[in-house]
Protein backbone atom coordinates (compact mmCIF):
# COMPACT_ATOMS: atom_id res chain seq x y z
CA UNK A 1 0.00 0.00 0.00
CA UNK A 2 1.86 3.22 -1.06
CA UNK A 3 -0.33 5.35 1.49
CA UNK A 4 -2.70 8.44 1.20
CA UNK A 5 0.06 10.82 -0.81
CA UNK A 6 -0.08 9.08 -3.33
CA UNK A 7 -3.87 8.06 -3.68
CA UNK A 8 -6.02 9.83 -6.49
CA UNK A 9 -2.85 10.42 -8.38
CA UNK A 10 -3.01 12.45 -11.67
CA UNK A 11 -0.51 10.97 -13.11
CA UNK A 12 -0.11 13.15 -15.99
CA UNK A 13 0.51 16.60 -13.78
CA UNK A 14 1.55 15.00 -10.31
CA UNK A 15 -0.99 18.00 -8.84
CA UNK A 16 -1.44 15.75 -5.79
CA UNK A 17 2.78 14.99 -5.29
CA UNK A 18 3.04 17.19 -1.88
CA UNK A 19 7.29 16.12 -1.41
CA UNK A 20 7.04 17.39 2.03
CA UNK A 21 4.58 14.88 3.06
CA UNK A 22 6.57 11.62 1.09
CA UNK A 23 8.67 9.83 1.89
CA UNK A 24 12.00 8.17 -0.21
CA UNK A 25 10.10 4.90 -1.17
CA UNK A 26 6.85 7.39 -2.33
CA UNK A 27 9.39 9.91 -4.17
CA UNK A 28 10.66 6.41 -6.08
CA UNK A 29 7.28 5.63 -7.23
CA UNK A 30 6.09 9.17 -8.08
CA UNK A 31 9.97 9.87 -9.78
CA UNK A 32 9.33 6.58 -12.09
CA UNK A 33 6.21 6.81 -13.07
CA UNK A 34 6.35 10.71 -13.73
CA UNK A 35 5.75 11.94 -17.35
CA UNK A 36 8.55 14.08 -17.82
CA UNK A 37 11.22 11.74 -16.39
CA UNK A 38 10.08 8.77 -18.31
CA UNK A 39 10.33 11.44 -21.52
CA UNK A 40 13.66 12.01 -20.73
CA UNK A 41 14.90 8.61 -20.36
CA UNK A 42 12.78 7.29 -23.63
CA UNK A 43 14.81 10.38 -25.17
CA UNK A 44 18.34 9.84 -23.48
CA UNK A 45 17.94 5.91 -25.39
CA UNK A 46 17.21 6.99 -28.63
CA UNK A 47 20.26 9.45 -28.13
CA UNK A 48 21.76 6.41 -27.71
CA UNK A 49 20.51 4.23 -30.37
CA UNK A 50 21.65 7.25 -32.54
CA UNK A 51 24.93 7.04 -31.45
CA UNK A 52 25.13 3.30 -31.79
CA UNK A 53 24.35 4.08 -35.83
CA UNK A 54 26.83 6.67 -35.98
CA UNK A 55 29.66 5.87 -33.61
CA UNK A 56 32.76 8.41 -33.69
CA UNK A 57 34.76 6.42 -31.70
CA UNK A 58 35.88 5.58 -28.17
CA UNK A 59 37.88 9.13 -28.01
CA UNK A 60 35.50 11.37 -29.11
CA UNK A 61 32.70 10.08 -27.66
CA UNK A 62 34.67 10.38 -24.41
CA UNK A 63 35.23 13.97 -24.85
CA UNK A 64 31.64 14.79 -26.10
CA UNK A 65 30.40 13.06 -22.49
CA UNK A 66 32.96 14.55 -20.67
CA UNK A 67 32.72 18.09 -21.87
CA UNK A 68 29.08 17.97 -21.26
CA UNK A 69 29.92 16.76 -17.41
CA UNK A 70 31.74 19.53 -17.19
CA UNK A 71 30.06 22.21 -19.25
CA UNK A 72 26.55 21.32 -17.62
CA UNK A 73 26.79 22.60 -13.89
CA UNK A 74 28.37 26.05 -14.97
CA UNK A 75 25.78 26.26 -17.80
CA UNK A 76 22.98 25.53 -15.01
CA UNK A 77 24.47 27.94 -12.68
CA UNK A 78 24.37 31.04 -15.01
CA UNK A 79 20.86 29.82 -16.12
CA UNK A 80 19.57 29.63 -12.40
CA UNK A 81 20.90 33.08 -11.37
CA UNK A 82 20.56 35.02 -14.29
CA UNK A 83 17.18 33.87 -16.11
CA UNK A 84 15.35 31.87 -13.34
CA UNK A 85 16.13 34.43 -10.46
CA UNK A 86 16.39 37.61 -13.13
CA UNK A 87 13.46 40.47 -12.88
CA UNK A 88 13.28 40.99 -16.80
CA UNK A 89 10.44 37.94 -17.90
CA UNK A 90 7.93 38.76 -15.37
CA UNK A 91 8.08 42.57 -16.59
CA UNK A 92 7.32 41.72 -19.99
CA UNK A 93 3.63 40.04 -20.70
CA UNK A 94 4.53 37.56 -22.97
CA UNK A 95 7.13 36.13 -20.68
CA UNK A 96 5.27 36.43 -17.66
CA UNK A 97 3.44 33.09 -18.10
CA UNK A 98 7.24 31.43 -18.78
CA UNK A 99 8.82 33.01 -15.59
CA UNK A 100 6.12 31.78 -13.45
CA UNK A 101 6.25 28.26 -14.99
CA UNK A 102 9.87 27.48 -15.04
CA UNK A 103 10.49 28.68 -11.36
CA UNK A 104 8.14 31.61 -9.34
CA UNK A 105 5.40 29.15 -9.05
CA UNK A 106 8.67 26.45 -7.55
CA UNK A 107 9.86 29.40 -5.09
CA UNK A 108 6.32 30.25 -3.99
CA UNK A 109 5.72 26.43 -2.67
CA UNK A 110 9.09 24.57 -2.89
CA UNK A 111 7.10 20.87 -1.90
CA UNK A 112 5.05 20.84 -4.81
CA UNK A 113 6.44 17.84 -7.49
CA UNK A 114 4.56 19.31 -10.69
CA UNK A 115 6.09 22.78 -11.09
CA UNK A 116 9.68 21.26 -9.53
CA UNK A 117 10.06 19.32 -12.52
CA UNK A 118 10.61 21.69 -15.46
CA UNK A 119 7.86 21.81 -18.51
CA UNK A 120 9.77 19.75 -20.89
CA UNK A 121 8.62 22.21 -23.70
CA UNK A 122 11.15 24.40 -22.06
CA UNK A 123 14.13 21.75 -20.57
CA UNK A 124 13.87 19.84 -23.72
CA UNK A 125 15.52 22.58 -26.00
CA UNK A 126 17.51 24.37 -23.48
CA UNK A 127 19.48 20.73 -23.24
CA UNK A 128 19.69 20.28 -26.88
CA UNK A 129 20.90 23.73 -27.09
CA UNK A 130 23.66 23.44 -24.66
CA UNK A 131 24.70 20.10 -25.68
CA UNK A 132 24.33 19.22 -29.49
CA UNK A 133 26.47 22.09 -30.66
CA UNK A 134 29.21 20.67 -28.07
CA UNK A 135 28.79 17.05 -29.33
CA UNK A 136 28.57 17.96 -33.04
CA UNK A 137 32.13 19.65 -33.32
CA UNK A 138 33.89 16.88 -31.45
CA UNK A 139 32.09 13.62 -33.07
CA UNK A 140 29.46 15.21 -35.69
CA UNK A 141 26.33 13.18 -35.31
CA UNK A 142 27.94 10.22 -33.08
CA UNK A 143 29.08 12.92 -30.35
CA UNK A 144 26.25 15.08 -30.88
CA UNK A 145 23.87 12.15 -29.57
CA UNK A 146 25.69 11.58 -27.40
CA UNK A 147 26.32 14.52 -26.04
CA UNK A 148 22.45 14.99 -25.79
CA UNK A 149 21.89 11.91 -24.41
CA UNK A 150 24.38 12.70 -21.43
CA UNK A 151 22.41 16.00 -21.04
CA UNK A 152 19.58 13.86 -20.37
CA UNK A 153 21.12 11.40 -17.59
CA UNK A 154 22.80 14.11 -16.17
CA UNK A 155 18.52 16.27 -16.09
CA UNK A 156 17.23 12.83 -14.54
CA UNK A 157 19.64 12.72 -11.96
CA UNK A 158 19.46 16.60 -10.73
CA UNK A 159 15.57 16.39 -10.73
CA UNK A 160 15.93 13.91 -8.70
CA UNK A 161 18.41 14.92 -6.08
CA UNK A 162 16.15 17.99 -6.48
CA UNK A 163 13.37 16.08 -4.80
CA UNK A 164 15.26 14.73 -1.56
CA UNK A 165 16.39 18.30 -1.47
CA UNK A 166 12.62 19.41 -0.97
CA UNK A 167 11.76 15.75 0.49
CA UNK A 168 10.17 15.05 4.15
CA UNK A 169 13.46 12.76 4.61
CA UNK A 170 17.02 12.55 6.34
CA UNK A 171 19.50 11.16 3.59
CA UNK A 172 22.27 8.96 5.66
CA UNK A 173 24.95 10.26 3.10
CA UNK A 174 26.58 13.55 4.71
CA UNK A 175 27.22 15.00 1.36
CA UNK A 176 23.32 14.49 0.26
CA UNK A 177 22.63 15.93 3.78
CA UNK A 178 25.24 18.77 3.18
CA UNK A 179 23.76 18.97 -0.50
CA UNK A 180 20.01 19.22 1.01
CA UNK A 181 20.86 21.75 3.54
CA UNK A 182 22.23 24.72 1.16
CA UNK A 183 19.73 24.18 -1.13
CA UNK A 184 17.27 24.45 1.64
CA UNK A 185 19.16 27.68 2.52
CA UNK A 186 17.79 29.37 -0.83
CA UNK A 187 14.83 28.54 -0.92
CA UNK A 188 14.28 29.57 2.74
CA UNK A 189 16.89 31.83 4.26
CA UNK A 190 18.39 33.79 0.88
CA UNK A 191 17.57 33.17 -2.74
CA UNK A 192 20.54 35.03 -4.06
CA UNK A 193 23.19 32.53 -3.27
CA UNK A 194 23.74 28.29 -3.36
CA UNK A 195 22.20 28.15 -7.08
CA UNK A 196 23.97 25.04 -7.69
CA UNK A 197 21.97 21.54 -7.00
CA UNK A 198 24.48 18.35 -6.91
CA UNK A 199 27.65 20.88 -6.61
CA UNK A 200 28.34 24.29 -5.31
CA UNK A 201 31.75 24.73 -7.28
CA UNK A 202 30.65 26.94 -9.29
CA UNK A 203 28.88 28.85 -6.16
CA UNK A 204 32.57 29.04 -4.76
CA UNK A 205 33.84 30.37 -7.80
CA UNK A 206 31.19 33.50 -8.63
CA UNK A 207 31.01 34.09 -5.04
CA UNK A 208 27.63 33.24 -4.56
CA UNK A 209 27.97 30.14 -1.77
CA UNK A 210 27.15 30.39 1.60
CA UNK A 211 27.29 28.08 4.35
CA UNK A 212 24.57 28.37 7.19
CA UNK A 213 21.79 30.79 8.16
CA UNK A 214 24.58 33.36 9.87
CA UNK A 215 26.80 33.68 6.71
CA UNK A 216 23.90 36.32 5.50
CA UNK A 217 20.52 38.13 7.08
CA UNK A 218 17.89 36.24 6.00
CA UNK A 219 15.84 37.44 2.58
CA UNK A 220 12.62 39.32 2.84
CA UNK A 221 12.27 37.77 -1.20
CA UNK A 222 13.14 34.32 -0.39
CA UNK A 223 9.89 33.06 -1.19
CA UNK A 224 8.40 35.56 -3.97
CA UNK A 225 11.99 36.36 -6.14
CA UNK A 226 11.59 40.22 -5.61
CA UNK A 227 7.69 39.88 -7.51
CA UNK A 228 5.97 41.20 -4.19
CA UNK A 229 2.58 43.31 -4.02
CA UNK A 230 4.23 46.42 -5.27
CA UNK A 231 5.95 44.80 -8.55
CA UNK A 232 2.39 43.01 -8.86
CA UNK A 233 0.35 45.96 -9.19
CA UNK A 234 2.76 47.60 -11.81
CA UNK A 235 3.42 44.14 -13.93
CA UNK A 236 0.02 41.92 -13.14
CA UNK A 237 0.32 39.35 -15.11
CA UNK A 238 2.19 36.56 -13.25
CA UNK A 239 -0.25 37.72 -10.54
CA UNK A 240 -3.55 37.32 -12.91
CA UNK A 241 -1.94 33.90 -14.05
CA UNK A 242 -1.90 32.77 -10.50
CA UNK A 243 -5.21 34.12 -9.40
CA UNK A 244 -4.15 35.65 -5.83
CA UNK A 245 -1.05 38.15 -4.72
CA UNK A 246 2.43 37.21 -4.14
CA UNK A 247 3.38 35.35 -1.09
CA UNK A 248 5.95 36.29 0.92
CA UNK A 249 5.81 33.06 3.40
CA UNK A 250 4.72 29.62 2.47
CA UNK A 251 1.19 28.41 3.53
CA UNK A 252 0.68 28.06 7.30
CA UNK A 253 3.48 30.27 8.43
CA UNK A 254 3.17 32.07 10.92
CA UNK A 255 4.39 36.06 10.07
CA UNK A 256 7.82 37.00 11.58
CA UNK A 257 7.45 39.77 14.30
CA UNK A 258 9.68 42.44 14.81
CA UNK A 259 11.42 41.96 18.19
CA UNK A 260 12.15 44.98 20.31
Known amino acids: MIGSTLRNTNLRTGRSFDLGKMNLRQLWIAYLTYPTILLYIVLAVCS ?19 AVILVYPVTWYLLHRYILHGRFLYRIKLTAGLWKRIHFDHH ?15 TIPTIAII ?24 TCIYEFFHCIQHLNYKPRARWIQKMKQLHVLHHFHDEDGNFGITSYVVDRVFGSYYGDTRARPRSPSV ?32 PRRNVT
Open 48 to 66: FAVLGRNFPGIQPTAIAVG
Open 108 to 122: QDPHLLDVLFGSPLN
Open 131 to 154: TLPIGYLIGHVGGAAAALGTGLVI
Open 223 to 254: FNLGYDTAEAARYPWVMDRTGAPPRDRPDGAV
